[in-house]
């Protein structure tokens, strides 16, 4: 529409990196239908022909001197894609340099800034072999030498790594993509885990960071955290 085009003030704005299949589940139209000619699609996925499209490896990333603004352009001809930061969709909420390594993954820093946590791979090869039903001694015994093993801490994120959700056909569908969180510490949570890992096949462990001890908000009884989503937009 012409009212949401105006909030753009004349300039582009772009998707870089994973575009889930249902990316539309709360909203009626694709942001790219929504503002034809203005959303540029730079991912190594396929896009709809009616979108601007333009492959990642004809883009490059580049400072704005002026502003400070880290922003895409087109290699050959310079051309301003759009913000990395005045962006509609942040994918995931995760800066779109995914970086990722197996089978351990250390923190990536920009200045004092974490801007990637920790993470492992976890084949159900570490865990070993034991009786895991019921209440199993063998379950607790196996976590624990996987977590001396692999230097993993008390609470993290568990979800399928890429690798297992393309094998199961459910790539791109954003709620088998979500993170699930887990305390190697309960017994419950230890099932849950195995579980997850016997049936995708390969896990990818990320750290919860800050953990329940470092949270930010701070009261009596406790830490506590909390989301807080906006959008702002620039008035030039």
């Known amino acids: 529409s012409d009212a949401l085009t105006k909030t753009l003030f004349g300039r582009p704005s772009f998707h870089f990196g994973f575009f889930a299949a249902d990316f539309t589940a709360t ?22 022909p009616s979108w601007p499209i333009v492959r990642p490896a004809e883009a490059e990333v580049y400072v704005d001197q002026t502003s400070g603004d880290v922003c895409l352009r087109k290699i050959e001809t310079r ?53 895991f039903t019921g209440v199993s001694r063998d379950l607790v015994l196996a976590i624990e030498h996987l977590r001396a093993q692999r230097d993993l801490p008390r609470f993290v994120y ?15 569908r954003d709620k088998d993509t979500k993170p699930v969180f887990v305390d190697l510490e309960s017994y419950l949570f230890l099932e849950i885990f195995h ?33 807080l989503r906006t959008l702002i937009i620039p008035r030039s």
């Open 27 to 48: 909203t009626t139209v694709h942001l790219f239908d929504a503002l034809p000619g203005c959303c540029n699609f730079v991912a190594p996925q396929r896009g709809h």
């Open 79 to 131: 051309e301003y894609l759009g913000s990395f930061a005045r962006n509609w969709i942040i994918p995931l909420g995760f800066h779109p340099f995914q970086f990722g390594m197996a089978p351990h993954m250390p923190r990536l820093r920009c200045g004092k800034v974490i801007v990637q946590r920790r993470s492992w791979t976890i084949t159900p090869d570490e865990i070993g072999k034991g009786d």
């Open 158 to 172: 568990i979800r399928p790594t890429e690798q297992a959700l393309r094998r199961s056909g459910a790539e791109g």
């Open 195 to 227: 579980r997850w890992l016997t049936k995708s096949g390969e896990l990818e462990v990320t750290e919860m960071l800050p953990d329940p001890d470092h949270l930010l908000w701070k009261e009596a009884d406790g830490r506590r955290s909390f989301e």
